[in-house]
DNA sequence: TCCCGGATTCCATGGGATGGAAGCGGCTCG
DNA sequence: CGAGCCGCTTCCATCCCATGGAATCCGGGA
């Protein structure tokens, strides 16, 4: 017994392996049992119980990776499944109104998640890909999702001492709280210069048929359009619709 | 300690909790418990796990439910997101060109799981939507992968006694061991009315730049139009230019 | 053939998983 | 209004099985 620092009962662990997967894409045993900071005989075992359940395959190289039947279960998920039905026809509408980059994104903890996207070739450019987590404070998505969470996460994000990417981004507790209630008011979240360079975005909330905002639509631009109204309104209307499709009666 | 008779392990316990999710949406403590044969105290607890590490989240109404982490998880995935990237023109064109459905599927196990899907208004009814799993035996699809599937699979399709759903399904194993020798000289898999009535398909297997069978490509259209040559053409053509596209050389 | 790095297997030990039971909270019905 | 019920949550004494260091295996490069 060298240390009992970090122990971790087998759940943590077994979920520490899954979490070695998270930017990497087919991995060695000797690479997860590293980034589990596992022993290797016990990331060994344990990548056994994965994959004797189907989360994790292994390939024909002997490397690891996610597999098929993680995906199923995810993909499935009836709720975010009629969530992105739902918003497909608006998106895509918004879309080719503006051949600007369209998103549909959900908050996962203290982050927001991209759903789907829709991108333009000549768009402003911008790293966003499905799946991306980025922080809740700095895009317009965010401060869509922020605004509407449930108690406590505004707080959390504050004690998570919020980055600045640029000079833009709205770090302070006094101005964000502020932004919050002009966004609750308004129903749209607009945030320029926050994340990305040249670019502004503009996000509206979707909420389902209980009345809770479960995502946000958002559009992203270069700067100097910031100020044409069609994309604020692209987006209320489409956050609206959305809205409408999955139930939600005002 | 009542019976021994189902022990099983943290790990199986804590899939056996996902597994429960399978077909469920939103499922509350003690279906979960429940589906998963586990003691109420047992599957709390287990349940905690996932939710901690945001695997399953807890909606307001305090059901259970798949989270986004694992949807991330599954579909950053980069092998399979390159598959359905380099995919995607070729079911397109396929779709566009022939109104039918058009199916991008892989192997997971003794079923063959749906990644992508086309389908037109008037294609022939059919209910495979994506994320289904569909016996291997029973699909054109399934039939492609299974034929160049690695020894073993095809043992264990014979061993699970395979269902037999319209008089057009083969099930015995000399026709189906024939059956699968054919799709490996022809390079293109065809059933008909196997699974569903008044439907054939036709698949051909898609491979990755080391040679391995990776998914097939497959049309779903009426009985009648089995002979027109374009089906078998098109889906041939495509696991080609796919298999291309990942870098495959023959 | 030998070597080396990574993967796999083994096994004695003790700490964490276990699940019955009790406690809790909200809802219904008499 | 109170009793009863149902589903969820918490507790904790017992004991099972997860643990990980070490030995072994395997494959490929020299």
Known sequence: ?????????????????ADAFERGDELTLSEIAERA????????RLLGEWVEWGGITRSSDG?????????????????????????????????E??????????????????????????AVP???????????????????????APPGVFEDVIAAAPRRF???????????RERMVRIRASGVAMSVEALTKGAFSVAAPVRDATGDVVAAVSIIAHVERRDEPQFALGVRIAGRGISAALGYRP
Chains 1, 2 share one sequence.
Do not use: C
């Open 63 to 95: 490397r690891y990776r996610v597999g098929i039947k993680l995906w199923r279960l995810a993909v499935r998920q009836p709720s975010s499944r009629r969530l992105r039905i739902a918003a497909k026809p608006y998106l895509e509408d918004l879309f």
């Open 126 to 148: 911008s790293i966003t890909d499905i799946g991306s987590r980025l922080p809740l404070h700095a895009t317009g998505v965010g401060q869509a999702l922020l605004a509407f």
């Open 1 to 17: 017994m060298p240390r009992g620092d970090d122990d971790r009962r087998v759940a943590e662990k077994l979920f520490a392996i």
């Open 37 to 44: 900071r596992l022993p290797l005989s016990t990331a060994h």
């Open 97 to 122: 109104s503006t051949g600007e980059h369209v998103h549909l994104a959900v908050r996962e903890g203290l982050g927001a998640v991209y759903l789907e996207r829709m991108s333009g070739v000549n």
């Open 166 to 176: 640029l000079p833009g981004t709205i770090v302070d507790e006094t101005a964000l």
